[in-house]
């Protein structure tokens, strides 16, 4: 292989490489905001409303922040990843999901009904 064809092959490589790393940032980038911007739809809702709209919690402990409500993603094996809510006075003032990067498409979204 020449100079000229192995520098040809290296670029052809190195453009692939960089095409694939900034596709991998964008999509890191919408699952995490998908999760932020689906999961703060909650903020402020009463724990009343929350039960309602989810059903009754998988587990429910207490924080340092407040009472923590889980719900799996998966019900009927009670496994894999949790959607969890955490509630002072109750109401919502946190959420966390530990369904990975792309888990935020599958955020549960609070859509309040206006009369």
Known sequence: MSNIEADSFLLRVLRALKL???LAIALVITGCSGSLERMSSWMGVEREI???E???ADRVYQS???SVYSWYRNNED???CTDDFTLKGDVVIGFASS??????WG???YEPNNP
């Open 64 to 66: 340092q922040f407040g």
């Open 107 to 109: 955020v549960p979204v």
């Open 50 to 52: 929350l039960m309602q």
């Open 20 to 22: 694939t790393v900034i």
């Open 54 to 56: 989810l059903g009754s």
């Open 99 to 104: 369904c990975g990067i792309f888990g935020g």
């Open 78 to 80: 009670q496994t894999g």
